[in-house]
């Protein structure tokens, strides 16, 4: 399967702070990034896309992609304990509808 | 979001007997359906990717003869874990893709426990 490498494993912030969690796909065809959060016992329900370069914020969420490098971030600002899940980054390449996942990173915001 | 209902949310089942799991996209239409499985230490394998009137994708490591998949639909998809056993263990989860979409939308997923 094409690789998709999360980092860090495992991230803890205050309450408040800002959280920033990264993403690269080994595939160098890839088109289309997603991220997804997991809150524990649940299923992945998608977060944010990004399929150009460059930025994009929804409220405190922004993610960024650079398809050079086929790196993608997602940033948390302010912080909130309901952030607290396993963050997934997901990437496709157009041509064949097959998307893959990292393993994601495991937020903690401590209150 | 597109609603994704996928049953039985867990199953205990013993060593070498199988387990059948269903994905029913509710009030949209499928174009694909893509299971995965999310493992006991968290790694997310895609199995197989089923788009009707195509022949169903395995990846490396899944075969048919292990997961064979149904999708005779645009809402509904099965798939069957044949002869479990521990190192099936894992959340299954179906993904469906919305016609015309990109994204995603998963089922509460399957867990599969085996003993």
């Known amino acids: 399967q094409q690789k998709v490498q999360q980092s860090p494993e495992s991230l803890i912030v205050p309450e408040g702070g800002m959280a920033s969690l990264n993403c690269t796909s080994s595939?160098?065809?890839?088109?289309y990034f997603w991220w997804y959060r997991q809150h524990s016992g649940k299923s992945p329900k998608m977060l944010m896309?990004?399929?150009?370069?460059g930025e994009k914020e929804e409220g405190r969420f922004t993610v960024h992609l650079n398809k050079a490098s086929l790196h993608t971030s997602l940033h948390i600002r302010d912080s909130q304990p309901s952030d607290s899940a396993l963050y997934l980054c997901a990437a496709s390449r157009n041509s064949n509808n097959r998307i893959f996942f990292g393993d994601g990173t495991q937020l903690v915001v401590k209150p | 979001g597109a609603l994704v209902y996928q049953y039985p949310r867990r199953t205990i089942c013993k060593s070498g007997t199988s387990m059948r799991m269903e994905c029913q996209a509710v009030g949209f239409q499928a174009t694909s359906v893509a299971w995965y499985r999310q493992s006991p230490q968290k790694t997310f394998e895609l199995i197989a990717l089923s788009t009707v009137n195509s022949a169903i994708k395995y990846e490396q490591n899944f075969t048919q003869e292990k997961f064979p998949i149904s999708h005779p639909n645009l809402s509904f998809s099965s798939m069957t874990v044949l002869n479990a056993y521990l190192e099936d263990r894992g959340l299954y989860l179906c993904g469906a893709r919305v016609q015309g979409g990109n994204t995603l939308y998963f089922g509460e997923g399957s867990r599969l426990i085996v003993v």
């Open positions: 595939d160098r065809n890839v088109d």
């Open positions: 896309s990004i399929f150009s370069n």
